[in-house]
Structures are given as C-alpha cells and as structure tokens.
C-alpha cells in the first residue's frame, strides 16, 4: 500500500534557527507534494504545492526564502523552516498525489515547536 | 470572503449517528473530500465528492449540494472510536489547491 513517512516526527528549534524536514512516498511515485501546516489552533494551511516537472507554487504569506523546498525525484521532498519563530509552531504535514487521483496520502507530520 | 467553515464541536450517542456539516465559499470548486485526524496523527482519506447527491459509503457517507456550497459527513452506527476530528477540504478551480475547513470534532458518548 501507500505509506508516506516524515522525518522527524518531533523537533525543538531556537527562535531564530531552522530546521529541516523530509517527506519519503514508499510504494508510489508521487506527481506531486504539498506541504502543510496545521497551526495550534488547528487552522490547515497550504504552504506550497511541489509538481513534477513544475515550479514550486507558494501560497500567499509563505515564500521560497522562508521555506525552501527541494522535491529532486518522484519518492522524496525537504522542506527548510529558516529563522524559525514562535509563529511558525505547529505540525507540518506534507501530502503526495498520485497521477490525477483526489487522494492525498499524508504523512504522520513532523511537529515544531520553537523555544 | 472565501473559506470553509465547520462546526468545532458535535457530540452524538454511540450506536445512533452523527452529522458533520461543512459549508464553503471559493472562487471555483472541483471536489470536496472528508478526512478523519485523530490527535497527534496525519489526516485519513475518507471520501470525495464532485456531483450533487449522496454517496453512500457504508459506515460514511457524504453528501454535496454545490449551488448551496454544502456538503455532510453522515456517519451512521457510531462507535465509540468514532470519536475524531473530521475535516472538509474544497478543491478550488486551481487544480491542486485545496483549502482546509479547521474541523469538527466529534465525541461518541457510550
């Protein structure tokens, strides 16, 4: 079946930091990733959609220089929070589609908290 | 302005059935799918729904009227571990952009 892990579930940063996020499909190629953030207050926010053969397409109020995605191949994806504050808490999800499929597999999430 | 709205809370009796409403406002709309998120874990996929009408998924159903931007979850014989937030998220016209309602969570009471 679809499995899709995320690296690491659980991270402590210091204001001002950044950390770095990985997102691995097994047992498909994903056509594309989109990566999350579920904030404590649980409001659900894209941040980016990342398709093959596509530039990466950020929603408003995230950019590149905040968080840079590499997606190098159809199994993987990083994601980097830089200079990461207490805004940027949350847990951060990132969701591969296969082909034209509705379905969104998602990871476990990897879960930020900044100090 | 756009968004999806549902209840934050919905709280039912084990053995009878709940439903979750979802209702929206986009630009465009190309599909609607049901997730279930228990605490601390990623979404489930549930269910997608593109044409008015009810699906009838078994223990999960769904139901879609697009000229009123509304949907339903209607979860039927709840069990206790039904007990879960279930989020509906809207496909707008731009194929892949989806946009999260923030949930409702759902207590099953024995």
């Known amino acids: 079946g679809a499995l899709v892990y995320q690296y690491p579930r659980r991270t402590i940063c210091k204001s001002g930091t950044s950390m770095r996020m990985e997102c691995q499909a097994v047992?498909?190629?994903?056509?594309?990733v989109a990566w999350y953030r579920q904030s404590p207050q649980k409001t659900f926010e894209l941040i980016a959609l990342?398709?093959?053969?596509?530039?990466?397409?950020?929603e408003q109020n995230f950019t590149q220089e905040k968080f840079p995605i590499s997606h190098p191949n159809l199994s993987f994806s990083s994601m980097t929070v830089l200079n990461a504050y207490l805004e940027d808490r949350g847990l951060y999800l990132c969701?591969?589609?296969?082909?034209?499929?509705?379905?969104?597999?998602f990871g476990p999430g990897t879960r930020l908290l900044v100090l | 302005g756009q968004g999806v709205e549902q209840p934050a809370k919905l709280m039912s009796v084990e053995g009878t059935f709940a439903r979750v409403n979802c209702t929206y406002s986009?630009?465009?709309?190309?599909?609607l799918s049901w997730y279930q998120q228990r605490e601390g874990q990623a979404p489930v996929f549930l269910s997608y729904?593109?044409?008015?009408g009810l699906k009838d998924s078994g223990h999960f159903s769904t139901f879609l009227s697009r000229s009123n931007g509304y949907s339903y979850l209607l979860l039927t014989e709840l069990q206790i571990k039904d007990s879960a937030s279930y989020l509906c998220a809207v496909r707008d016209t731009n194929a892949y952009k989806v946009i999260f309602g923030k949930g409702t969570h759902l207590h099953v009471l024995p």
């Open positions: 729904v593109v044409l008015d």
């Open positions: 986009t630009s465009g709309f190309n599909g």
């Open positions: 990342s398709t093959v053969n596509s530039a990466i397409k950020y």
């Open positions: 969701g591969a589609r296969v082909g034209t499929e509705d379905t969104q597999y």
């Open positions: 047992g498909f190629q994903a056509t594309s």
